[in-house]
């Protein structure tokens, strides 16, 4: 075996761990707002998140995957780019997630591409058309999921209204699941091709594998099924944090307006997905959540949204950066550049191990939740902003 292909399979790797990453990083985008009602447990909640997460390859295709794959030129794209973008995101995700934040996995493997780009070629690396897609969404995509979640949460009132429901009703509670295996096929579907389209970039880079005619990158089909089963493995195993943020953190949600928020996020989701663009899942999931929110006359915590809205204006910068600088590290002359990248991954190691053993689990995040009876007030849907937002 060459020593080529032997690091080929090395990045792979890497790209799957950020695959899982990616998958309990996210995993609160579709789960956070049926744990938070109590509409599954926990434990179970993640397992439903992950069928329909791995559900999306049966259905859809590569147009996501191949966006990404065209962020750095082929020419380029080889493996000290590619291993710095990954580890890039993988840092990002990992720190984020630590300290509970939602942010976008899609917009930190973006920045890591961009940043491994420009250190190993300059601006010209770039397709710069690819990356206008992924810019675009970053405004785009929370527009959109606050604003229709905004006002599915009045329609969802009218019904209330109409046939007097409360908050907890179980037609609710049936369709906010059922709108929740909706975002986790979104998530699987949109967040699986990143790493598909990461894969295919260095296979390509490497000389493994052609573009066709027309410029697209056939993905293999070994690819995307790894693809899917590490971000589905990831879902499962939780990331409980950024769920106890998103579903806890934010507002107070009930089934009506968790059914509503989910709607948000199944509209930008799938909108984008269609289109071949790497939308943020968390950008629209959060922002349905606040849409959702402000409609239902629950509030927000402008603070814990002040945070989440600053991890996401700094997560293109900050993953550029780090990725520019870990290709630099793997450019050092010699014997230097193996005791860098290897030292690097020692305390990336051992950083990750200990995060892994020492964060909260379901329970800890069932434990927080409101009871049934303390969710079941109903508050009528006046847009209404708090400063301090939900007290428990």
């Keep these: 075996m060459d020593t080529l292909l032997i690091g080929v399979i090395a990045v792979i790797a890497l790209a799957l761990l950020f695959d899982f990453t990616n998958g309990f990083h996210d995993a609160a985008n579709s789960v956070s707002t049926v744990v938070a009602t109590r509409v599954l447990p926990a434990k179970w909640a993640v397992w439903f998140s992950a069928f329909f997460n791995f559900l999306a390859y049966f259905f859809v295709g590569t147009a996501v995957a191949n966006t990404v794959a065209k962020v750095v030129n082929s020419d380029v794209s080889g493996i000290a780019v590619v291993f710095s973008a990954l580890i890039a995101a993988i840092v990002w995700n990992y720190a984020t997630w630590w300290i509970g934040m939602p942010s976008s996995s899609s917009h930190a493997l973006i920045g890591g591409l961009v940043g491994a780009g420009l250190s190993a070629g300059g601006l010209d690396a770039i397709d710069w058309s690819a990356v206008q897609k992924t810019a675009v969404a970053i405004i785009a995509s929370p527009l959109v999921a606050f604003t229709i979640a905004f006002l599915a949460m009045y329609l969802v009132a009218g019904s209330q209204k109409l046939f007097t429901l409360p908050d907890n009703a179980r037609p609710f509670k049936v369709l906010q699941l059922i709108s929740a295996g909706a975002v986790s096929f979104g998530h699987g579907a949109n967040d699986a ?200």
Excluded: C
């Design 193 to 392: 091709q990143k790493t598909m389209g990461v894969v295919a970039a260095l296979l390509v880079g490497t000389g493994y594998l052609e573009a066709d005619a027309g410029g697209d990158i056939p993905v293999p089909e070994w690819v995307a099924i790894s693809a899917y089963s590490a971000i589905a493995l990831g879902t499962v195993w939780g990331g409980w944090k950024i769920i106890e943020t998103m579903g806890l953190r934010i507002t107070t949600l009930h089934a009506a307006s968790g059914l509503a928020a989910n709607i948000g996020a199944v509209t930008a989701i799938f909108g984008a997905t269609g289109y071949g663009i790497p939308i943020s899942t968390t950008h629209a999931a959060g922002s349905s959540v606040m849409g959702a929110g402000v409609s239902s006359g629950r509030g927000l915590n402008l603070k814990v949204v002040g945070e989440m809205v600053a991890a996401w204006v700094v997560t293109l910068p900050a993953t550029i950066t780090i990725a520019w600088l870990v290709y630099k590290l793997t450019q050092l002359p010699g014997a230097a550049a193996w005791v860098a990248v290897a030292s690097l991954l020692f305390v990336l190691g051992g950083a990750i191990a200990y995060a892994m053993t020492h964060s909260i689990d379901a329970d800890d995040v069932e434990g927080e939740i409101p009871l049934e009876e303390e969710l079941a007030v109903h508050v009528p849907p006046v847009p209404h902003i708090e400063g301090q937002g939900p007290v428990r």
